[in-house]
């Protein structure tokens, strides 16, 4: 089992920065993924980003080079720098970690919800 952490979520006005933060706890997470995922209200839950042990990131395409995930393996702890966030990006945000070899291995958080309003 996988317990985690989430900070970070808040509102921020368009055109601003937010960086959320999942500590994650539990047995072999370094081979694990790590990432943050999001789902709006009516959509499907889509990835945002997420990052191996050798901080090898993919990112969702709407991402656009406006949000960094890294990974510190000793901490089993993933960051994501939001800049520039749209009212689009509005959603609960769920830390992720999955068993690459495994897949049956995938935990959630419980989400940090991020609204973008002015």
């Known amino acids: 089992q996988v317990q985690f952490v989430e900070l970070g979520g808040g509102s921020v006005q368009p055109g601003g920065s937010l960086r959320l933060s999942c500590a994650a706890s539990?047995?072999?997470?370094?081979?694990?993924?790590l990432g943050w995922y999001r789902q709006a209200p009516g959509n499907q839950r889509e990835l945002v980003a997420s990052a191996d042990r050798f901080h090898s990131a993919i990112y969702g395409d709407f991402v656009k080079g406006r949000f960094t995930i890294f990974r510190d393996n000793g901490k089993n702890t993933v960051y994501l720098q939001m800049n520039s966030l749209e009212p689009e990006d509005t959603a609960d945000y769920y830390c992720?970690?999955?068993?690459?070899?495994?897949?049956?291995?995938?935990?959630w958080g419980q989400g940090t919800l991020v609204t973008v309003s002015s």
């Open positions: 992720n970690a999955r068993d690459p070899y495994d897949l049956s291995k995938d935990y």
């Open positions: 539990g047995a072999g997470l370094l081979f694990y993924t």
